[in-house]
């Protein structure tokens, strides 16, 4: 599925709609260049997921644990890890395997560990489209 979205809100909308759908132990992956809108998309799926506190990316902690919503939710940002190894550290597979939904920003660094059964999301800016044009590529892996 393709959806183009022209402005924040609507990319955000987007990631509230796939929040709502989330089922246990979803997992999705998230790429796409810098500033092309991934934690606006993430801060979406978390609103989606009943997650009122604010949601930012955890960059420099890798993981972030949000619980008050109607799922537990695990915002994962990889952008720095620099060997997957780094991943067991953080009880990455506790969480992808558990009963709540992971989001993985940066996911293609980590492809090989990534599980078989994912929603993949690629976020992709074209300028000759606007400023705020995003081109938002949603598939289900099994």
């Not at 796939?18 to 998230?30: E, H």
């Not at 994962?76 to 997957?84: Q, S």
């Amino acid at each position: 599925m393709v959806i183009e979205t022209r402005c924040p809100e609507e990319t955000f909308r987007l990631g509230e709609e796939l929040g709502r759908k989330a089922v246990p132990g979803q997992v999705f992956t998230l790429t796409g260049d810098l500033g092309v809108g991934k934690t606006v998309f993430t801060q979406g799926l978390a609103k989606g997921l009943g997650i009122e506190e604010p949601v930012n990316s955890p960059t420099f902690t890798i993981v972030q644990v949000y619980e008050d919503g109607r799922l537990p939710f695990y915002h994962f940002d990889v952008y720095r890890i620099g060997d997957v190894e780094e991943m067991d550290e953080v009880g990455f597979e506790d969480y992808v395997m558990g009963d709540g939904v992971s989001l993985i920003e940066w996911a293609d660094l980590i492809e090989e560990i990534l599980p078989e059964k994912r929603t993949r999301i690629l976020i992709e800016k074209d300028l000759e489209q606007g400023f705020d044009y995003r081109k938002i590529t949603v598939e289900e892996l099994e």
